[in-house]
């Protein structure tokens, strides 16, 4: 597979989270731009390759306009700011049309969508499986440079169906997904069910979608072809006001750890 995405190793992928649209209308789009900014410096100062946008503005329906426009000045904006940082796209919404619209527009090298294959239960209530829309859209667009990651049985949700992950793996696979992302209810947990599903997708990639930290991100990576990491390399305490929310230290020994495997 020669999408970008997948030939750089460490494959360490920084997710960053922006605060709900619908929910911060008091922040003007100069914050924005400088919180995407400042945070986004403190991972390119550490070397890790890739980041992650990701909007987190719940609905239950497609993604507003307002998450479609700012959603897409802020990553041509890191686009133009840090040219060497790959970037990815996730949306809340259930909308893969919005998550590929903003990487086309963006010159993004991959989407992140939850609910690939089968049907869920969320917190916004049911969804279901939007990887067959998602990649006839990739191709009516002419993006197939975009890297498709699929979430399989995604951890924030309940599946409505009782079929086993590797079924499910096999599914997101022959629909489309470049790549499978599989996070568990622990870090054991995640590396049992990447061993079950390998028999039956041995030819797509696998990142671990959580539970991360610089004490197990070898491990991770002997057992995973990447890594999506947040939360375990933010600050531990920061005021309300202060744009940078990720802790460089952090990042630059997650890197080395990422290094060393």
């Given amino acids: 597979m020669s999408l970008k995405l997948f030939t750089n190793r460490p494959l360490v992928i920084a997710a960053l989270h922006l605060p709900s649209f619908d929910l911060s209308r008091h922040l003007s789009t100069a914050w ?17 390759p890739f980041i992650k946008l990701q ?28 040219p060497e940082l790959g970037l990815g796209i996730i949306v809340e919404a259930h909308d893969p ?9 963006s010159g993004a090298d ?18 279901h499986a939007l990887g067959a829309e998602a990649v006839a859209y990739r191709a009516s667009l002419g993006a197939d440079g975009v890297a498709i ?29 470049d790549g499978l992302v599989i996070a568990g209810v622990s870090f054991q947990d995640t590396l049992d069910r ?41 600050r531990q305490s920061t005021d309300e006001d202060d744009l940078v929310k990720w802790d460089a230290d952090l990042c630059q020994k997650f890197m080395d750890a990422a290094r060393k495997r």
């Fill in 32 to 48: 924005f731009e400088d919180y995407a900014m400042a945070n986004a410096k403190v991972f390119a100062d550490a070397g890790i």
């Fill in 55 to 82: 909007d987190q503005t719940r609905t239950s329906m497609a993604a507003t306009p307002e998450t479609l426009t700012r959603m897409t000045a802020l990553s041509r904006l890191l686009r133009a700011e840090f």
């Fill in 97 to 105: 049309l919005a998550s590929l619209s903003i990487a086309q527009a």
């Fill in 110 to 127: 991959f989407v992140r969508l939850k609910i690939f294959v089968g049907g869920a239960m969320t917190s916004e209530g049911p969804r």
């Fill in 149 to 177: 990651l699929a979430d399989v049985h995604d951890r924030t949700a309940r599946p409505l169906s009782d079929e086993p992950q590797p079924f499910a793996a096999n599914w997101a696979a022959k629909v489309g997904a």
């Fill in 194 to 234: 990447i061993a079950a599903i390998r028999p039956v997708v041995s030819n797509r990639p696998v990142l671990i979608g959580g539970g991360v930290t610089v004490d197990n991100v070898g491990q991770a990576l002997s057992a995973a072809e990447g890594v999506i990491v947040s939360s375990a390399l933010m």
